[in-house]
């Protein structure tokens, strides 16, 4: 069972497709409209160390349940700061196209609730968020790696 668990598929342009998606933690919320947010901890950008003052994330995209390109999103604070930018989006289905550190491109379906974050782990990092998380709550990639909690119905 673990084996389908991890497995995904490639999508036609050969990046690996997370056939789980991620949501929120906890509950679910119990309005149906209104705007909620992404958090994408994507992969950290190579830099040579006297170009930059901090490594910044890498950009991601956002896409529609139907694989529209939404937004590209420049994922860092500023020139000092690392922290992802967080998004705001209205409640439903996205897929996030990011850089998964030790992976490489990775498609995975998101959910947005209102008021309510979405986060995903892909920089390779520990996050106590996500350490520890069961199997049948956890949405991992194919090499293992926890990238955030499975969506709620």
């Not at 992976?103 to 995903?120: E, F, H």
């Amino acid at each position: 069972m673990l084996a389908v668990l991890l497995a995904g598929c490639a999508s036609p342009g050969g990046v690996p497709v997370v056939e789980t998606p991620v949501g929120p933690s906890g509950e679910p919320a119990r309005a149906a409209a209104g705007e909620g947010w992404l958090v994408v901890y994507s992969a950290f950008e190579v830099v040579p160390m006297d170009n930059s003052y901090s490594t910044p994330r890498t950009r991601y995209e956002v896409d529609d349940a139907e694989g529209r390109m939404l937004r590209k999103v420049s994922n860092f604070a500023s020139t000092f700061d690392a922290t992802p930018t967080p998004v705001s989006l209205s409640a439903g289905s996205y897929r996030v196209l990011a850089a998964a550190a030790n992976y490489g491109l990775v498609a995975v379906p998101v959910v947005i609730q209102p008021n309510r974050t979405t986060t995903l782990y892909l920089d390779g990092a520990s996050h106590q968020e996500v350490a520890g998380m069961g199997a049948a709550a956890a949405v991992r990639l194919a090499n293992g790696a926890v990238i955030g909690p499975r969506a709620n119905p």
